[in-house]
């Protein structure tokens, strides 16, 4: 019943820009924090960003901090990832992913904890 549908993904040049939208059916993401992974050919998943419930809190990978935003709109049971300055590393496929209680923050998920619904995940491309 519950499914997560991301979309935006393609191919885009190094420097470019992507948003991604993960929209959420058969459960509610409000007031759950919300997140994004991704995961290259080759290696393990690893966190990008989440948000909190409120949306006042946001928190991010190292590797994407001042080049990729989430956020979410709630009326649209929807969360985006604003992804700019794209470099090769960021080609990998991105999902996101909704927590199994509003007590998980977004420091939490991006830790992997509370993760119980997933995406199938949209390929983003940045050729070298």
């Known amino acids: 019943q519950v499914q997560l549908v991301e979309s935006g993904g393609g191919s885009v040049q190094a420097g470019g820009s992507l948003s991604l939208s993960c929209v959420v059916y058969?459960?509610?993401?409000?007031?759950?924090?919300m997140s994004w992974f991704r995961q290259a050919s080759g290696k393990e998943r690893e966190s990008v960003a989440a948000?909190?419930?409120?949306?006042?809190?946001?928190a991010y990978a190292d590797s994407v901090k001042g080049r990729f935003t989430i956020s979410r709109d709630d009326a649209k049971n929807t969360v985006y990832l604003r992804m700019s300055s794209l470099k090769a590393e960021d080609t990998a496929v991105y999902y996101c992913a909704a927590p199994s209680t509003v007590v998980a923050g977004p420091g939490a998920l991006l830790r992997g904890s509370y993760l119980e619904d997933w995406g199938r995940g949209t390929l983003v491309t940045v050729p070298s």
């Open positions: 948000i909190s419930g409120s949306g006042d809190i946001t």
């Open positions: 058969g459960r509610t993401i409000r007031n759950y924090a």
